[in-house]
């Protein structure tokens, strides 16, 4: 049997590209499964088809990936049929062979539950060609049951065809298998927060809240995210702090999964003030590498949070100052199953 796997978003430092890595970790030994990458020149391991550049100038990034999906990549699978193609962001070509029996991954519907803060395109392309990705798919596959039940009332998908798959971290953010921690002896302690540019996030948010409790506090603070460039949002909020507490925030974009973990490792506190989330991969990633996570309170994450994890309401009021202080008091040592998770509502 052979099987296909979309490769496409292989190069992301997001949670799809660390989500199509450690699949394909688990599966490139065995020579019938193929990575079908994106145009880019990239050193993997294992059998991997790459498919040609979609030369389109549309108006929007979504014109390429409609080219790179919908017809590259199923000119691709017509040269290399495959059993099972399994698509890993949210569609599939529509176009494949109805001999192959297709299994896509829908992370979450963020994009139609929160449009205003998505491109026009990238909400219309991924509604129209997840939705109708999921009508051909013999099964959906969903990392959490948020997830599921959000996908069965918006795009009509049967309960019967979703099946429920958390995610795991991978190797390089396993305990044993983390780098050293990336703060030297004699640095200030930091805290840290990331996982993306998008709104949703709330960075800039925590941006916002580390300048209210700098003075209160002895750390700094490490932002990352996917882009090896700060963001407008965020430079706009750091425009509004103080110049002594600019100093104390340090951006790093575009890290390998290796130098993530290695930050998590020296990190005394990770924060994700995320504001909507099918899973949250990062606070699992960091809680793996042994650092305390605070975390907002959305539903996925109370039903996956485990020791070390705190959670706090979405606005910072004076409640969440004193989570996040007692957090530094109480978990100083870093030991997982210190910290109580608790709720501030």
Known sequence: ?????????????????????????????????????G?????????????????????HLMSRDVC????????????HPVDIYHGLYFVVPLAIREQTACVVTVHDLIFQELPKHHARQAVNYFSGFGRASCSVAKSVIVPSEYVKTVVT??????????????????????????????????????????????????????ITAFGMLASDMPYDLVLFASSTDLPLAWRKTLGRLAPEVRRRIKYVGGCSDEELSAWYRGASLFVYPTLAEGFGLPALEAMACGCPVLASPLTVRVQRGGVGQRI???????????????????????RRGECVRTAHR
């Open 153 to 206: 009332s918006l795009w009509n998908v049967p309960e019967r065809k979703i099946t429920v798959v958390p995610m795991g971290v991978g190797e390089p953010f396993m305990a044993d298998g983390c780098e050293a921690g990336m703060r030297d002896e004699g640095q200030p302690p930091y805290v840290m927060g990331g996982g993306g540019v998008a709104y949703r996030k709330n960075l800039a948010g925590l």
């Open 68 to 79: 790179l999906v919908q017809s590259q990549l199923a000119y691709a699978l017509e040269e």
């Open 312 to 334: 706090f309401a979405r606005s910072w009021t004076s409640r969440n100052r004193h989570a996040m202080l007692s957090i530094h008091d109480g978990c100083g040592s870093r």
């Open 1 to 37: 049997m052979r099987i296909g796997l979309d490769g496409t978003r292989w190069a992301d430092s997001t949670g799809f590209g660390r989500y199509t890595r450690g699949l394909w970790r688990a599966l490139r030994e065995d020579p019938r499964t193929m990575l079908f990458t």
């Open 39 to 59: 145009p880019d020149r990239l050193d993997i391991s294992g059998t991997t088809i790459r498919i040609p550049s979609a030369s389109i100038d549309g108006p």
